[in-house]
């Protein structure tokens, strides 16, 4: 007579029967099939790789283990007026009884992650859960008896939700997601008030202010589609909601609007770093003319775009709404922004050799030198080196790595409002046009505030 324990791993045999590549055939599967012998069972050697077959035998084991706690557990669980609901082995992992009305959680066991082809990480295993009702009774659902014949009628099985065993690290992405959407939301405030005061005063008459203006346009426009992107598709998907399987038109534009826009934004970086570098180190040369800067900024970008386009269209590459990487062909979307940093680098580098040259005269002109490199850095867009070396927090699950992500998606998604608030909230000249609104507007509060201030002058005298 086989014991309970066989019967559970025979269990664990029958729910991994349907796992795509895992098996050789699995038609020769019994829901009761007892491993007699581990090493030798004709069964295990139908296991196409290790991975599978090592899954299978730590779930025999993780159903002995279960067996020998439900036997140490205090029998009254059990039998509380129907308050509790059983513990359970369910074919994957052990439950323990339950307060009727309650919802018990539990790290995704390993056998849950059998669709993937690998095991996760411990801190990307997101948790399964299992429901308890009032009448203590495990939730359960209806499944077909036949699937291909609806007329056979149905049978009742207890239900675990192992969805969100799925995607791995899901809960810390849409952490992630969140955190980008709100810094990009700010980002994206500040720089259309930094584009429309541009604008409202006129101030695009000058080169200067153009390539300012078209920058923090490109940041709008980075800002706009990466909130789209993350809302639309990444939070989707990490919700078990995506559409990225279906690979629809509307998303598919949407992520090239998206790379599109952060193509540009490193363009239009580029520029503002090749102007500064002209005004401070190269100010007797030639300008270079504003066409220049227009072609440079947006022309390139579409220059990129369309063969990228036209690749992710093939056949091959042309699935999961183009959020995959496509190695090689990849290196189309990734040159010019590497480019674009390289260059502003050996630029901001010149600038600042160039400012301690002329400050030498100064006696704290090496913290003045200091001061102007700060502020040049997210402007030439240095720190965006930071996202040479990729990081995945899942990995090493250390704390230093969450910190180090996290770090990556503030230097994004706050370039715009940085970059607004050295344009513009702090430019002379935006200070002098406000003062003149302001005066326009409240006539009376800006002359008694300006005669107090000269009171005060006076009394100082």
Request: charged fraction near 20%.
């Amino acid at each position: 007579m086989y014991t309970f324990t066989d019967n559970m791993c025979a269990q664990c045999l029958w729910y991994m029967a349907g796992v795509e590549n895992a098996w050789i055939r699995y038609d020769v599967v019994s829901k009761w099939h007892i491993i007699n012998d581990k090493q030798n069972d004709p069964i295990l050697r139908e296991f196409k790789n290790d991975f599978h077959m090592d899954l299978f035998l730590k779930c025999c084991e993780d159903a002995k283990r279960c067996c020998e706690r439900m036997l140490t557990l205090d029998e009254r669980e059990d039998t509380d007026n129907g308050q509790r609901c059983p513990a359970k082995w369910d074919g994957w992992m052990c439950w323990d009884s339950a307060m009727s009305g309650t919802t018990s959680r539990s790290i995704c066991p390993d056998m849950s992650h059998s669709m993937l082809g690998y095991m996760p990480t411990e801190c990307s295993k997101e948790l399964s859960s299992k429901h308890c009702r009032s009448n203590g009774t495990w939730t359960s659902i209806w499944n077909p008896i036949d699937p291909n014949n609806s007329l056979r009628g149905l049978y009742e099985q207890e239900f675990t939700d192992y969805i969100t065993c799925s995607t791995p690290g899901a809960t810390e992405r849409l952490r992630e997601t969140h955190t980008a959407i709100a810094i990009f939301f700010i980002s994206l405030i500040f720089s259309i008030i930094g584009a429309t005061v541009f604008i409202v005063y006129k101030l695009y008459t000058k080169l200067r202010v153009q390539i300012h203006l078209n920058f923090l346009l490109s940041l709008i426009l980075t800002c706009l589609f990466s909130i789209l992107f993350y809302f639309l598709v990444r939070e989707k998907h990490y919700k078990l909601q995506s559409m990225i399987d279906e690979n629809p038109y509307w998303c598919k534009a949407l992520v090239v609007l998206h790379k599109g826009a952060r193509l540009a934004n490193f363009c239009w970086m580029l520029n503002e770093g090749y102007y500064l570098h002209h005004l401070i180190v190269a100010a007797f040369r030639e300008e270079s003319r504003t066409l220049y800067y227009y072609l440079f900024g947006w022309g390139a970008p579409v220059l990129i775009m369309v063969p990228y386009v036209i690749v992710h269209s093939m056949g091959e590459y042309d699935n999961s709404c183009w959020t995959k990487s496509m190695l090689y062909p990849e290196l189309l979307y990734n040159v010019l922004p590497l480019i674009c940093i390289v260059l502003n680098a050996i630029l901001l580098a010149n600038v600042v050799r160039v400012l301690m040259t002329k400050l030498r005269a100064s006696p704290d002109h090496f913290k003045a030198g200091l001061r102007a490199s700060i502020v040049l850095l997210p402007i030439f867009g240095i720190q965006y080196t930071f996202y040479v070396v990729p990081i995945d927090p899942f990995e090493s699950c250390g704390t230093g790595v969450y910190v180090a992500r996290y770090v990556q998606i503030v230097i994004e998604a706050l370039q715009g409002a940085i970059v607004t608030t050295i344009f513009c909230f702090l430019n002379a000249e935006v200070h002098l046009h406000m003062k003149r609104t302001f005066r326009k507007w409240f006539p009376k509060t800006i002359s008694m505030n300006t005669d107090e201030q000269e009171l005060e002058k006076t009394a100082l005298k």
